[in-house]
Every structure is written in C-alpha cells, then in structure tokens.
C-alpha cells in the first residue's frame, strides 16, 4: 500500500464500539478526521446514523458493523440489511467512497452470514460509488480465547493435530490503519483488499506453542475432533425445519466446523488451495507481542 497524507475528510463510521471499529475511530482522529461515529448495538443505531447522513456532508462512510451471532436472520439483517441501509444513505449525502469491513472467509462461502455479506459486496460494487472492501483474514482476538486457560496450567486446545488450518493474523491497529490508509487512495479504490498481518502463516498448535513460551510453560495440547460439530450440526439440523431455535444452533455448529477445518488464506485461483504466500501482509505488530502483552494483564 502506498502511503498517502490525510488530508481532514468527514468520515461516518459505523460499528465504532467494537473491536476493530473502536481501532479505527482511534486512527480516524489521529489523522484528523471529523468522524461522526455510532456504536454498533442495535439495527436501529445504525440506521439511524444513514438518516443523519442526509442532513450532513460526508465524504467518506466506513462500515464495521457485523453481526454478532452470524444466524441466519441476523446476518441478513446486519451484514446485508444494515449495510445496504448505509449505502442508499451514503449515495443520498453525495459521498465519495464507502469502505467495507468484511471478512477473507467469504471467499468459500458455506455459511450465512458469508452469503449476506457477498450479497453485499455485490451490491456496493455495482452501486456507482467509490468503494473498497476489505478483507481481513484471522484478528488476534479470535487466537486469544485460550490465554487464561494456558496460564492456569491447562492444556490448549487444537482440533486434529492442531495444523488444519493456517492464518495470518492482523492487530486492530494495524488493520485499522490499513482501512484508514484507503482514503483518498487511488491504488484501494474499487477493489477488494484481503489483508493479513506480518507472516509466518501460523496454526493452531503454533499459536498454542507461542503462548507456552509467553508463560515459560512446558507446551500441553490436548485434541479436539471437528467432526463432533458435523454431527451436532446434523441432529440439531433435524429440527430446523420445526424451530428457529434449532435452526439457530445448526448454524452454530456449522460455523465451528467451518473455522476448525478452514484456513484464512487466499485461495490460490490456480489450484483451488489456501496459499499463504498470495495473502499480503500488512503492519509490525505480531502475535507473539501480543500474547506477551495480554499474558501480563490476566
């Protein structure tokens, strides 16, 4: 990414009270950006900030709302509805460019929540606007759950021998200055940007391994099989058709599988696999430093 001077834009975010939203709204202000921004909470809040929008110059809408579940009737709402929502509000405030949180999952889409946010991208592209979707691959936030467990003494948990699946992860700050890097960018306008962290590309068992060493702990794993979320997958799935709350769990279950058994890499178009090497990096801050960081916290 080429680095660019900020010059002082009006940016509406969305989604500025989760993880990486809160990130970004960090870097907005830094830069120093006027930034209206609205916490993530209920659909509500965030369409009532695309109704504002047509009160307000905008120059830029940056989205980093998700949902929080990912079932189906949440992703519909939120990931497409919410989204689209902002984007009629956008194009109606006259702004330049939207810039679009989403996720390197949905470049094999199984799940819902990846067809809503697809459906999405879909209809950004097409809307006229000046757009960037970005596509993160794992945060450390999702490679961080088992921290405590590991300082307690326990064993960390890996699924099969711990080396399914790969990722790069990204820290909030630095993805957050990867979106804020998109403005006024020629070279991120009108693309899809899938963004990973400083390599390696890492496994379970060496996020595992990392935090051990962060603890000075002898390393313990103990296996987990994903296939006991395809067949919880399967029983809750026979009674989707009769209740929401099946329906919801299936999903669930499909969803673990799905991140036990699938690497955040770019799939290599040629082969059809994940490869690490066509997965850019971006940033300074490695998950190493960051496990030795939040180890001293718990």
């Known amino acids: 990414m080429t680095a660019t001077t900020p010059t002082p834009r009006r940016i509406a975010l969305a ?27 209920a659909i509500a809040e965030v369409d009532a900030l695309a109704e504002g929008l047509a009160d307000d110059r905008i120059d830029v809408v940056i989205s980093c709302i998700a949902s929080r579940s990912g079932a189906p009737h949440d992703a519909l709402a939120v990931d497409y509805g919410a989204n689209s929502d902002l984007l009629a509000a956008a194009q109606a405030a006259g702004a330049e460019h939207f810039i679009l949180l989403s996720a390197i999952c949905v470049q094999k889409p199984l799940l819902a929540f990846q067809h809503a946010k697809l459906a999405f991208e879909a209809e950004l592209a097409a809307s006229g606007i000046g757009y960037t979707i970005v596509r993160p691959t794992a945060f450390f936030k999702s490679l961080s759950g088992q921290a405590k467990r590991v300082k307690a003494g326990k064993p960390f948990l890996i699924f099969g021998d711990g080396n399914l699946t790969r990722c790069k992860p990204i820290s909030d700050d630095d993805l957050a200055r990867f979106i804020a890097g998109c403005i006024d960018n020629p070279e991120m306008s009108g693309k899809i940007l899938p963004i990973g962290g400083p390599g390696p590309a890492l496994s379970l068992r060496d996020a595992g391994e990392m935090l051990f060493e962060a603890t000075g702990k002898t390393p313990k794993f103990k296996s987990v099989s994903p296939k006991m979320f395809t067949w919880a997958g399967r029983v809750l799935g026979l009674g989707a058709p009769f209740s929401a709350w099946f329906a919801e769990k299936a999903e669930y279950a499909r969803i673990a599988h799905y991140y036990a058994t699938e690497s955040m890499l770019v799939i290599d178009p040629a082969t059809g696999e994940y490869s690490a090497d066509l997965t850019p990096e971006f940033g300074q801050e490695t998950l190493e430093s960051h496990y030795r960081r939040l180890l001293a916290g718990v």
């Open 15 to 41: 989604g500025a009270s989760g993880t990486i939203g809160a990130a970004v709204l960090r870097r907005l202000e830094a830069d120093g950006h006027y930034v209206a921004a609205l916490p993530r909470g």
